[in-house]
């Protein structure tokens, strides 16, 4: 009978959100009670509680760190229990204090982009591990608040040779006979970021298509192969200021990922 008790307790735990118990409090707010056991209890007690669980001091993974990203938050976390060797690491978020933590991403890495995060509201991050060759999850660690004041990278819209998604964060060219260049909606890179354009498909190529930064938006230029911009054409080629430098990269194709980085030089 005492050792089924102990399984429904283990098994009602599991279905407890830890976010909703009630606080801890003090100890010099909790009455004491001491009683003399004798060894042969003691024995079948510990023996119960290590086939039924654990007991910690705190979690074992925590978060360590959140760094705001345009429209999204760059969570990172750490194992701080050295005896515990983890496989997967869950992390979950949610907007405000109130409502249901979702899932973000499950894996072995220990850093994740959270995206599409609304400027200037508060998220909390939690993370939990799983040990190795174990099904269950460890308990959540302590929810960090995190927040983002930089607005999203978005294209323009306005242009008929191109259709955006919803999130205006992915441009198709269509087959127009008009070519011209497709800018952001705002000057959102700044220097110390890392930007980061993917090809998703890729259809008939064009001398002027490129894929850049520029530091001014000029209207009706057919290409970023211009004054002003540093971009890098289908064919792999690279434009600085409208000039094409001797370096050649491999040619744009579908899953290709283009990054700059910017920073600050003096002249």
């Avoid at 087959?175 to 498909?201: C, I, M, N, W």
Wanted: hydrophobic letters at 35%; glycine letters at 6%; a negative charge.
């Amino acid at each position: 009978g005492d050792h089924q008790d102990l399984c429904n307790f283990t098994t009602k735990a599991l279905h407890i959100q830890l976010d909703s118990l009630p606080e801890v409090p003090s100890l010099v707010e909790v009455p004491c009670l001491t009683a003399q056991l004798d060894d042969a209890f003691l024995s079948m007690a510990r023996d119960h509680i290590s086939r039924l669980g654990a007991v910690a001091s705190r979690p074992p993974v925590q978060v360590e760190e959140l760094l705001e990203r345009p429209g999204a938050i760059l969570v990172r976390w750490c194992k701080v229990d050295e005896d515990f060797a983890p496989r997967d690491f869950r992390l979950q978020y949610r907007r405000g204090a109130a409502g249901h933590f979702e899932d973000a991403y499950v894996g072995s890495e220990c850093e994740f982009i959270v995206l599409h995060i609304d400027p200037h509201m508060d998220y909390q991050f939690r993370v939990c591990a799983r040990g190795d060759g174990r099904q269950e999850w460890s308990p959540w660690s302590v929810p960090q608040l995190g927040r983002t004041t930089l607005i999203p990278h978005e294209w323009s819209l306005g242009l008929d040779c191109y259709s955006l998604s919803s999130r205006r964060n992915i441009a198709l060219r269509n087959d127009s006979l008009q070519h011209e260049v497709l800018y952001s909606k705002a000057p959102t890179y700044h220097p110390g970021q890392t930007l980061t354009f993917r090809v998703e498909t890729a259809g008939a190529s064009d001398r002027r298509d490129s894929i850049g930064v520029c530091v001014r938006k000029v209207d009706g230029l057919e290409s970023l192969q211009r004054e002003g911009a540093v971009c890098m054409s289908s064919s792999g080629a690279v434009f600085v200021n409208g000039k094409e430098m001797t370096n050649q990269l491999p040619p744009i194709s579908p899953g290709s990922a283009i990054t700059f980085d910017m920073e600050l030089v003096s002249l």
